[in-house]
Structures are given as structure tokens and as C-alpha cells.
């Protein structure tokens, strides 16, 4: 299965400031996920990072608030833009393994807090 | 949006006992997926079922599919004070994509 990591692995940011989420894989993936998971709750799918286009956004999220990259096969960012303690979750990318009849795995999560 | 629904929120049983987790979804599937979660941790990817599938087995761990009453059981025989987590189930879409998880049984074993 994939191994994948996430940076930062928690932070605690202030109202209004952005921060950048990085994804890396160890082996290269077509399809790779962000997903929020808000205090106690479930998942919930933001978008789905494609490689050399624009991300796939769910409905609720748009790409002002939750740019993605995706430079290559192994490697995408979420940044969640001028935040506010409503996004305070946490956040965890996810890739679907082709090899594994299409199992999907997910990283550590980012833990994030906005004061 | 097929959302998966899981049964019950929460469970408390004691060391040794089974541990039942139920899913319901909506609309057809390619395949589920079982999840556990440590303290909103990384979620731990447990057993994928496929549609065709009736029954798999991991370990102490074993998975039902009715398709027919769109629904999925996770079975932990013989807990442990360690299997104390969140389970969710997700679905995958016809495609094996869009995936919905369900709100989350949450598992305490008592030792």
C-alpha cells in the first residue's frame, strides 16, 4: 500500500493568515483526495487534486478558500485561505491505490486550529 | 449523495466481547470501505468488499455486504482494549470513486 505524509502535522494559526498543507506520497498515484474532518465529526470530501489541471471541488468548497496543486504524480498542497476558527479540523489527503482494486489510504491528518 | 450511515454511534464493550458495526447507504456501489481511526488520527484502512462480494476476513476481523438491503456489517471478534477507535465505512460509486463516509461507530473496550 501507499505510504503517505503529511506537513505540517498540527498548527495553530490566527484568524485571517493562510496555511499550506503538503501531501507527499512514496510512489506515484493518479488520484489523490483532500478531505475535512471537523471536531467529532465525519469525513467530508473538499476536492480532488488532478494532476496538471485544476483541482475538482465539491459543492460547499470553492477554490478561492481551498487552493490545490498538484505538480506531480507523488505530491499535491491544500492551502486554506484567510481562515477563520470555523476551519479549524482536521485535514487529511487520501490516494486511491489502482494495485489494491482501488483501496484508498490516507495520510497522518493535519490538525488545525484557528484562534 | 449516497451517504452511509453507520449503527450505532457508539458501542461500549468489555475485553473479549464481539463488536458489531453496522452501514446502511443509498445507491449503488462498487465497493466499501471499513476504516478505524485512533483518537482523530489518520484513518486505517481495514477491508475494501467489493459489490460481487458477500463476505471477506482479516484477522479477527470479518465483513458482510447485502447489496440487496444495501448495507455492510464489521464484525471485531475477541476485542481488545487497543481496538478502541472510530469506525467509519465509505462507499465508492459505480466508478469506484466520489466516495461518502458514514458518521462513525465509536468503539470503547473496556479492559
Known amino acids: 500500500s501507499a505510504v503517505i505524509s503529511q506537513k505540517p502535522s498540527r498548527d495553530i494559526c490566527q484568524r485571517g493568515t493562510s496555511l499550506t498543507i503538503q501531501c507527499q506520497v512514496d510512489?506515484?498515484?493518479?488520484?489523490m483526495f483532500w478531505y475535512r474532518q471537523q471536531p467529532g465529526q465525519s469525513l467530508t470530501l473538499i476536492a480532488t487534486?488532478?494532476?496538471?489541471?485544476?483541482?475538482?471541488?465539491e459543492s460547499g468548497f470553492v477554490i478561492d478558500k481551498f487552493p490545490i496543486s498538484r505538480p506531480n504524480l507523488t505530491f499535491s498542497t491544500l492551502t486554506v485561505s484567510n481562515m477563520s476558527p470555523e476551519d479549524s479540523s482536521i485535514y487529511l489527503c487520501?490516494?486511491?491505490?489502482?494495485?489494491?482494486?482501488?483501496?484508498?489510504?490516507f495520510g497522518p491528518g493535519t490538525r488545525l486550529t484557528v484562534l | 449523495s449516497q451517504q452511509g450511515e453507520e449503527d450505532p454511534q457508539a458501542l461500549s464493550i468489555q475485553e473479549g466481547e464481539n463488536a458489531t458495526m453496522n452501514c446502511s447507504y443509498k445507491?449503488?456501489?462498487?465497493?466499501l470501505q471499513w476504516y478505524r481511526q485512533n483518537s482523530g488520527r489518520g484513518l486505517v484502512h481495514l477491508i475494501l468488499?467489493?459489490?460481487?462480494?458477500r463476505e471477506k476476513h482479516s484477522g479477527r476481523l470479518r465483513v458482510t455486504l447485502d447489496t440487496s438491503k444495501k448495507s455492510s456489517s464489521l464484525l471485531i471478534t475477541a476485542s481488545r482494549a487497543a481496538d478502541t477507535a472510530s469506525y467509519f465505512c465509505?462507499?465508492?460509486?459505480?466508478?469506484?470513486?466520489?466516495?461518502?463516509f458514514g458518521p462513525g461507530t465509536r468503539l470503547s473496550v473496556l479492559p
Open positions: 465509505a462507499t465508492a460509486d459505480n466508478y469506484g470513486q466520489n466516495f461518502v
Open positions: 445507491t449503488s456501489i462498487n465497493n
Open positions: 487520501s490516494v486511491l491505490d489502482g494495485s489494491s482494486y482501488n483501496e484508498q489510504f
Open positions: 487534486a488532478n494532476q496538471g489541471s485544476e483541482a475538482t471541488y
Open positions: 510512489s506515484q498515484v493518479t488520484m
Open positions: 468488499i467489493r459489490s460481487n462480494e
